[in-house]
């Protein structure tokens, strides 16, 4: 039987500046999603373990692009 793991936390976004600009200096950035909870369940599902992850996201486009 697979182990079932629940996971609880906020998604982040890293916005990061293109190449060595400090973030004032920048016209683009990046952007990532993740944060501690969301890479564990990941994790966890690489290893076979039936993961979820349970979060709030805001009903726009930014919210859309982190699922």
Do not use: W
């Not at 976004?13 to 293109?18: F, G, K």
């Not at 999603?33 to 599902?45: D, F, K, M, P, R």
């Amino acid at each position: 039987m697979k182990q079932k793991v629940v996971t609880f936390g906020e998604i982040m976004l890293r916005l990061a500046p293109e190449g060595y600009y400090r973030f004032v200096q920048a016209d683009t950035f990046g952007a990532t999603y993740g944060g501690g909870e969301a890479n564990v369940a990941v994790s966890l599902a690489n290893y076979g373990f039936d993961a979820k992850y349970v979060t709030r996201l805001p009903n726009h486009e930014i919210g859309q692009c982190a699922i």
